[in-house]
């Protein structure tokens, strides 16, 4: 009776294990992250500050060699670094800089955060925009093999 009540059980473990090898698992969706989409940062010169300034002296210093040139670049416009395939172009200048959410401004017209927008192209591919700070050189600073940039200074409109 003993033997009798092992082999059904074993016959039943082995139905059930046959049963469950035939059916399938539905296939795996793989879930996705949804990263936060950013909103681009929108830069709003006040009428305080607008015409009020020409051009920012931009320094390029060539690694190779150690030397630096200073360039004064009229805002708004675009300079090709002399013996090279980059081109500079001066997009905003804000001399009180400040980051209010998504917009980036001025507070005032004084100079206590001076910051420059600028484009940087080799070979006419973009390859860097962002910020250059008098105060903070090094703050989100473009890194490129043959030069370094910073922001050297400005020129006050006439």
Same mark, same amino acid.
């Given at each position: 009776?003993?033997?009798?009540?092992?082999?059904?059980?074993? =016959?039943?473990? @082995?139905? #059930?294990?046959? $049963?469950?090898?035939? +059916? %399938?698992?539905?296939?795996?969706?793989? $879930?996705?992250? %949804?990263?936060?989409? +950013?909103?681009?940062?929108?830069?709003?010169?006040?009428?305080?500050?607008?015409? +009020?300034?020409? @051009?920012? +002296?931009? =320094?390029? #210093? !060539?690694? !190779?060699?150690?030397? %630096?040139?200073?360039?004064?670049?009229?805002?708004?416009? %675009?300079?090709?670094?002399?013996?090279?395939?980059?081109?500079?172009?001066?997009? !905003?200048?804000?001399?009180?800089?400040?980051?209010?959410?998504?917009?980036?401004?001025?507070?005032?017209?004084?100079?206590? !955060?001076?910051? @420059?927008?600028?484009?940087?192209?080799?070979?006419?591919?973009?390859?860097?925009?962002?910020?250059?700070?008098?105060?903070?050189?090094?703050?989100? $600073?473009?890194?490129?093999?043959?030069? =370094?940039?910073?922001?050297?200074?400005?020129?006050? $409109? =006439?």
């Amino acid at each position: 009776m003993k033997r009798l009540m092992k082999l059904m059980v074993l =016959s039943l473990v @082995a139905m #059930i294990t046959v $049963a469950g090898c035939n +059916k %399938q698992d539905p296939p795996k969706v793989e $879930a996705t992250k %949804q990263l936060p989409v +950013k909103p681009p940062s929108v830069v709003v010169v006040p009428e305080s500050v607008k015409g +009020k300034w020409k @051009a920012v +002296k931009i =320094s390029v #210093i !060539n690694k !190779n060699t150690s030397k %630096q040139t200073i360039y004064t670049i009229a805002i708004g416009s %675009q300079f090709q670094v002399p013996d090279s395939n980059l081109t500079l172009k001066v997009e !905003n200048f804000l001399p009180h800089f400040v980051m209010e959410g998504t917009t980036l401004t001025s507070q005032s017209n004084e100079l206590l !955060n001076p910051a @420059a927008q600028l484009r940087i192209s080799e070979g006419g591919r973009e390859i860097y925009k962002g910020w250059l700070f008098t105060l903070y050189p090094t703050t989100h $600073a473009f890194q490129h093999p043959l030069f =370094s940039f910073t922001l050297a200074g400005y020129l006050p $409109a =006439s």
